[in-house]
């Protein structure tokens, strides 16, 4: 299984791309809030960094962050169901916090660029 992960920003192209995909998957955004009462709309909030695992260009695995009243809060963390049991949420989770810890030892509150990895 071929699969990247990229750390996005709200406000990207790509990151509106992506969140538009999953709003369209009514199934998915049942489930979404059936396995961990959460919704696309945390998604949307300028501010919220987003490390994403694709697989064929379709978000697999996910963890968001952003900065409220000074500290890093993690949200809509998930897993599609067909993609479970494959690591791909760490990916994204190693990604999220690789991320936050360069750029808090850099002095930076969050990511304000994408940072493609290979996974």
Same mark, same amino acid.
């Given at each position: 299984?071929?699969?990247? @992960?990229?750390?996005?920003?709200? =406000?990207?192209?790509?990151?509106?791309?992506?969140? #538009?995909?999953?709003?369209?998957?009514?199934?998915?955004?049942?489930?979404? +809030? #059936? #396995?961990?009462?959460?919704?696309?709309?945390?998604?949307? *909030? !300028?501010?919220? +960094? +987003?490390? *994403?695992?694709? *697989?064929? =260009?379709? !978000?697999?695995?996910? &963890?968001? /962050?952003? @900065?409220?009243?000074?500290?890093?809060?993690?949200? &809509?963390?998930?897993?599609?169901?067909?993609?479970? =049991?494959?690591?791909?949420?760490?990916?994204?989770?190693?990604?999220?916090?690789?991320? @936050?810890? /360069?750029?808090?030892?850099? =002095?930076?509150?969050? !990511?304000?660029?994408?940072? #493609?990895?290979? /996974?």
């Amino acid at each position: 299984m071929r699969h990247r @992960v990229t750390t996005l920003t709200h =406000g990207q192209p790509e990151y509106a791309e992506l969140l #538009d995909q999953i709003r369209s998957d009514t199934t998915l955004v049942a489930g979404m +809030w #059936d #396995d961990a009462e959460s919704r696309p709309d945390e998604l949307d *909030v !300028p501010g919220t +960094w +987003w490390s *994403v695992a694709l *697989v064929d =260009g379709v !978000p697999a695995a996910w &963890c968001a /962050a952003r @900065v409220e009243g000074g500290a890093l809060r993690a949200l &809509c963390n998930y897993e599609r169901a067909g993609y479970r =049991g494959q690591g791909l949420y760490e990916v994204a989770y190693r990604e999220r916090h690789r991320t @936050v810890r /360069a750029h808090q030892a850099a =002095g930076g509150d969050l !990511p304000v660029q994408s940072a #493609d990895r290979p /996974a």
